[in-house]
């Protein structure tokens, strides 16, 4: 009877974490290598600080550890584990309750055109082709649109050799997550529609937002 007890304490403990808002949120946007993979381009956390929430941006090109492949960078994590693997690196397996969201390319696209556009620093000119059109980017601040912002990341390789890639990617995840934070109405409407996965009831994550 005392295991029985111990083991329907459990279950029901977490049952109840399950119906909980999450303490902090991983967003993960999906972008398109050259050769047709499909990767994590962009990565944030999301955690309240002091009564608001604060972003905080990964460079999914950055080097770190995942274990049990020979993949070096943040953003292969999404293809060789799920946004789980993605989560366990840049937020670890312990603390606060962790939710994820990920967003295919179109959705976050939609996420960004949904709030008028992102405004990012653009560290050096570039053109990106993706395949359907091209694009060229100024040095200097400007607001991007959503198919803008997704070409730019798919070219932010180009340029890794001055560490502008990383920049690239580093305000456009903000800018996205931020997009998610400050935006209740938008967020609910991407949660909502066609290429999001979420790891928590849509519900959840829009009372974590909306805190």
Avoid: C, H
């Avoid at 007890?5 to 974490?17: D, E, H, K, Q």
């Avoid at 502008?164 to 609910?188: H, I, K, Q, S, W």
């Amino acid at each position: 009877m005392l295991i029985a007890g111990i083991a329907l304490g459990g279950w029901t403990l977490w049952n109840r974490t399950q119906n909980l808002p999450p303490e902090r949120l991983v967003v993960v946007g999906e972008s398109t290598l050259e050769d047709g993979t499909t990767v994590a381009g962009l990565v944030a956390l999301i955690e309240p600080r002091d009564g608001a929430l604060e972003v905080e941006a990964k460079d999914s090109g950055e080097e770190v550890a995942i274990p049990g492949t020979s993949y070096d960078r943040l953003r292969d994590a999404l293809s060789m584990g799920g946004a789980e693997e993605v989560v366990s690196v840049v937020a670890g397996e312990d603390g606060p309750r962790t939710a994820w969201v990920v967003l295919d390319a179109a959705a976050w696209a939609r996420l960004i055109d949904g709030v008028g556009g992102i405004q990012i620093e653009i560290p050096e000119e570039t053109t990106v082709f993706t395949g359907d059109q091209l694009y060229r980017f100024d040095k200097g601040t400007r607001k991007l649109s959503g198919a803008e912002a997704v070409a730019l990341v798919m070219g932010a390789d180009e340029l890794e050799a001055t560490g502008a890639g990383a920049r690239v990617r580093v305000a456009v995840g903000e800018g996205v997550a931020r997009a998610l934070a400050d935006n209740p109405e938008a967020a609910r409407e991407i949660l909502a529609g066609p290429g999001v996965e979420l790891s928590a009831e849509s519900g959840l994550i829009e009372a974590f937002l909306g805190q």
